[in-house]
Nanobody, 123 residues
């Protein structure tokens, strides 16, 4: 099991950039697929991006592809989400998640979750 803590959220204007970070506790962080999900006001939680455990391959939702970049530093037990050209529709609480098995875009495949960090993008 991993314990996950997100930070780096805040209030920005459309077009700005923000980097979210997720700190993981645990000795085998490098074995976990790491994902970012978000939940906007009045919306269901949705997939944003994930990165594989061994080769660091990334996959993105269509909504963020080309604007967001997920990365990880296994030596520091960290995963990041660089968000560029933010839009008001990116306003959401962003969650870091982890699982040992699946490079998945489905939240039910993840069994480790952080508490989330809020991002607000004004127009």
């Amino acid at each position: 099991q991993l314990q996950l803590v997100e930070f780096g959220g805040g209030s920005v204007q459309a077009g700005d950039s923000l980097r979210l970070s997720c700190a993981a506790s645990g000795r085998v962080f490098w074995r976990y697929v790491m994902g970012w999900f978000r939940q906007g006001p009045g919306k269901e939680r949705e997939f944003v991006a994930h990165i594989t455990a061994d080769d660091g391959l990334a996959f993105y939702s269509d909504a963020v592809k080309g604007r967001f970049t997920i990365s990880r530093d296994n030596a520091k037990n960290m995963v990041y989400l660089q968000m560029n050209n933010l839009k008001p529709e990116d306003t959401a609480k962003y969650y870091c998640a982890a699982n040992r098995l699946y490079a998945s875009s489905e939240d039910h495949d993840y069994d480790n979750w952080g508490q989330g960090t809020q991002v607000f993008v004004s127009s």
